[in-house]
């Protein structure tokens, strides 16, 4: 806060002033480091942790669950141990996940309009539109606007179930699988399931030429 | 220890509008609404204790209850079949018609 | 009058932005020191959110998303007494002065 804004201070590296905040949290983890609370390394390896968290695993286990419906049942039942099954072990301290699965008749949409709620371990970061809030006021009130917004129109005969995860659990929306779909691989299938159809703010989109006529 | 749960999938309850001064889960727009218990999620730490360094002891029981849309706010738009749902501890739940 | 983070269903037209910023490296940083003082049980989820509550209104509504968890953090270290914000300050001119 003692920063003037005359330019003299320049970072080399972006020559852009960093915020107030910026500066604090890197003073933090300075402090952190320096009074043996944790190391540098230690921030290093769970930020490299974080990083290689992405939609792509959430993506597979959705095609894994579009493809063996067995284990689909699992991971609505169960879905801790499911995802241990392919090699998914969460680790204790992640917090509960939940999978609600959309079909011809009710269509899920998850938000947290109190913070910033999201399945992480399957996900990977929230995007920016999920902590807004817009998103977090609106998700609520006018889901179908929502989802108009992001390219999907439901029916009317569709009900619109918003899941407001408040509390311990984590929410993973398991999307209908397209039609047309029938003869690609699991791998192929991964491929159409967006982060933000894993929110259900919309559906999975196949691209023309892919699904079989 | 096994402890009966006070609400069964298929309950109706209310919401209690409260607004105390320490850290809470169950926001303002659902506080007074009624509506139907779809899932019991287990027990969890109580997070008014945990958010101020307590032991968060005894758990709470956790349970999804579904409203429906159109009960909840004036001014929705979709289909009367639209529901919210929203994860809320026993504590803050009243039973409804008994 | 609900607190500054209770926003579901409050008016709001604005439609959802769905472009995502370049996290800067401090935020990454930020988001994995978290974490790792998450596993060593010195600050708890709800402490955090608690944090962030206790925020101005004003402030709250302003602070992009990792700002405000800096200032909950700080909320929280000062308060358990890990750190003190004159210690902050210190740090933070000592950086600046860093990087010149």
Known sequence: MSEGHDGEHVHPESGEELSVYARRAQAIEALMVEKGVCSTSEVDQMMNMVESRSPSDGAKVVAHAWSDPEFKARLLADPRSALTEIGYSLPDTTPHLAVVENTEQVHHMVVCTLCSCYPRALLGRPPDWYKSFAYRSRAVVDPRGVMREFGLELADSVEVQVLDSTADLRYLVLPRRPAGTENLSEAELAKLVSRDCMIGVTDPHVPEGVAAS | ?98 | MPKPHDMGGEPNDEPIDQSDHQKMDWEMRADALHQVLGQKGIRRTDEMRRAMESLDPDLYRSLSYYERWTAALELLMVEKGYLTSDEIDRKVTQLDQGAN
């Open chain 2, 1 to 98: 220890m096994a402890q009966s749960n006070k609400y069964q999938t298929g309950d109706q309850v209310k919401v209690r509008v409260d607004s105390p001064s320490h850290h809470y889960r169950t926001p303002t727009y659902i506080q007074g609404k009624t509506g139907v218990v779809v899932a019991i999620c287990g027990r969890y730490r109580n997070p008014e204790s945990l958010g101020h360094g307590g032991d968060g002891m005894p758990e709470q029981l956790l349970y999804r209850v579904s409203f429906a849309q159109n009960s909840v706010w004036d001014r929705y738009r979709g289909p009367s079949g639209d529901k919210i749902l929203v994860d809320i501890y026993e504590h803050w739940l009243d039973p409804v018609g008994v």
